[in-house]
């Protein structure tokens, strides 16, 4: 592997790749973000709430000032770890640098609660932000939904349910290393077995916790939807040294084959999850294009989005 130099430096700060003790590993995942900066909020409006379900769901609310859309963005942690105090400095940075409110969104976690648990709760909040666009200050046009790795695979699998449910209109999807396939049959899977921070064994783990004894679907794992047509447009980042990398490309490939517009940028050098390295100037670069994609996707028309 010919790792970016910045980021090669930085591996041995990551946790161990294991989830076999999720507790362990949930404090393990908290202890690394609590050591990156928290970006300035002196011009973001902060509110936590609450959003009604089959469980209440905790919501955390990031208003950049004259902010007209929004996206409903959701943490990583591979289902079995993080919270919204994880997720704080990205969401902090993708509202302040975007410009859009960003409703950062909590999920019940695997394995005390494997799916469909996640998918329901955020469904629910999807659901929540259209009803309440109006109290929000958001256009109900310009909602977009997005996350990091298993937060992404969550949000592409919502925007599946929207589409098949006629639910609630998604106008953008921002897909950041997402998690969409639990057969791990891609090349990258089977060749990026021992990367940092994400190595195949700790995939295998994470789908063991989210599936639990339930076969997977489309909406478990969006890979395995034969019908990709109709979704919202899509901006899909990959990390070169990452086991998900091909898979993500698959899917950017088929939306694209659909005829669902995309935007797919793959960071050579990176490896999943090496946007937490800030001081880097390739994670400089990705956490900015992510916010200038947001952006362009929920300004001008909003019957016809930019990407």
Not at 115 to 135: C, G, K, R, S
Request: one cysteine or more; charged letters at 20%; hydrophobic letters at 45%.
């Amino acid at each position: 592997m010919i790792m970016d130099p910045e980021l090669e430096a930085f591996v041995p700060m990551f946790p161990p790749a294991d989830l076999g003790d999720p507790i362990t590993a949930r404090a393990n995942l908290a202890e690394l973000a609590a050591a990156i900066p928290v970006p300035d909020t002196a011009n973001l409006e902060i509110e936590n709430c609450t959003v009604p379900g089959d469980s209440d769901v905790p919501i955390r609310i990031y208003r950049p000032h004259g902010a007209r859309g929004a996206i409903l963005w959701l943490h990583g942690g591979g289902f079995v770890m993080g919270d919204l105090d994880t997720e704080h400095p990205w969401a902090t940075l993708l509202a302040d640098n975007s410009g859009t409110t960003v409703i950062s969104g909590d999920f019940r976690l695997a394995p005390e609660h494997p799916f469909p648990a996640a998918h329901d709760d955020i469904y629910a909040v999807l659901t929540w932000t259209a009803e309440h666009a109006a109290e929000l200050g958001i256009d109900p046009a310009r909602i977009a939904i997005g996350g990091h790795s298993a937060g992404a695979g969550l949000a592409a699998a919502v925007a599946l349910r929207a589409r098949d449910e006629q639910g609630p209109p998604i106008r953008f999807q921002l897909l950041n290393q997402p998690v969409l396939d639990d057969r791990q049959q891609t090349w990258s899977a089977r060749h990026f077995t021992d990367t940092p921070f994400l190595t195949r064994g700790k995939v295998a783990q994470m789908w063991g916790h989210y599936l639990g004894s339930t076969p997977a679907t489309p909406y478990a794992a969006p890979a395995r939807a034969t019908d990709l047509s109709g979704l919202p447009p899509a901006y899909i980042a990959t990390a070169e040294f990452c086991p998900n990398r091909d898979e993500d490309i698959d899917y950017a490939l088929r939306l694209m084959q659909a005829g669902v517009p995309v935007e797919l940028h793959q960071w050579p050098g990176t490896f999943h999850g090496s946007q937490a390295i800030l001081s880097a100037e390739v994670s400089q670069r990705q956490n900015a294009e992510l916010a200038a994609a947001l952006r362009r996707a929920l300004v001008g028309d909003a019957s016809r989005p930019n990407i």
